[in-house]
């Protein structure tokens, strides 16, 4: 599928919730992707770390080729590592769909923003939640996916950083409708639905999701939540 189709397909599917598989059962990665996909996932979040941009190592190029090979579904990859333009390439060939870099990782985004389009992959950027996000403002037009941290990249399970909620709403404004906002660290019942007012459309979420025996009930609950949010926003912005 082209980039533009897929992008499509998930812009009129929003909101959506992205299950990280980094907080998965490990020893059954293929019965955990078949359980989100009966229960209505849409896309799936993979997390790459590499032990120096992020304090941790989680999986590499042969675990999303393995993803690959299992589903169907959009692989969503958020690259936590030092080098992504050397990476983005054989990521892209592992199967990526959504390739999405740091920007406290490059000088210069916009040659990667290129190069992940030019890949047929859709080209996302992210930032940590210290790092201001006016450093996006210049390539923004390159982007089809803009992730917000809610939490410092490396770990699942920490506290949501309402820091993320205005770096939303500043970039739902900037980039209109057409980029995709993600958000990313500590989602679950309580914060979706204030991303969700702040103008997110995608969803991660780690542990609240992989720690529920009804993964179902959840990203419905979530989505739920968010749609009902995010009409409630709008119709106050009308109002005012
Ligand atoms: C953190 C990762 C997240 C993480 C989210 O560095 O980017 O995708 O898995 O997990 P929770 O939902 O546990 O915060
Ligand atoms: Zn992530």
């Known amino acids: 599928m082209s980039a533009a189709k897929l992008l499509a397909d998930l812009h009129s599917a929003v909101p959506l919730v992205g299950p990280s598989l980094l907080a998965c059962d490990f020893a059954n990665v293929e019965r955990e992707i078949r359980r989100l996909e009966d229960d209505g996932a849409r896309i799936l979040h993979l997390d790459i770390m590499d032990g120096l941009f992020v304090p941790n190592i989680s999986f590499g190029l042969p675990v999303v080729e393995a993803v690959r090979r299992t589903t169907t579904l959009p692989l969503d990859v958020h690259l936590m590592i030092t080098n992504p333009a050397q990476y983005v390439g054989p990521f892209r060939d592992a199967g990526a769909d959504l390739i999405t870099f740091h920007i406290e990782t490059v000088a210069e985004p916009r040659p990667l923003l290129e190069e992940i389009r030019s890949l047929g992959a859709g080209a996302g950027i992210t930032l940590n939640p210290p790092t201001p996000v006016?450093?996006?403002?210049?390539?923004?037009?390159?982007?089809?996916?803009?992730?917000v941290m809610s939490v410092m990249a490396g770990f699942g399970g920490q506290k949501f950083d309402p820091v993320a909620l205005e770096?939303?709403?500043?970039?739902?404004?900037?980039?209109g409708s057409q980029v995709l906002l993600s958000v990313d660290g500590g989602i679950n019942a309580e914060t979706v639905g204030p991303c969700a007012a702040a103008g997110a459309d995608l969803f991660v979420t780690g542990t609240s999701l992989?720690?529920?025996?009804?993964?179902?009930?959840?990203?419905?609950e979530l989505t739920a939540l968010a749609r009902?949010?995010?009409?409630d926003a709008s119709k106050n912005d009308t109002q005012d």
């Open 167 to 175: 770096k939303l709403q500043w970039l739902r404004r900037r980039v």
């Open 210 to 220: 992989f720690s529920q025996d009804d993964y179902g009930s959840f990203i419905d």
């Open 228 to 231: 009902v949010s995010k009409n």
């Open 134 to 147: 006016e450093r996006l403002e210049d390539c923004l037009d390159l982007c089809d996916l803009v992730l």
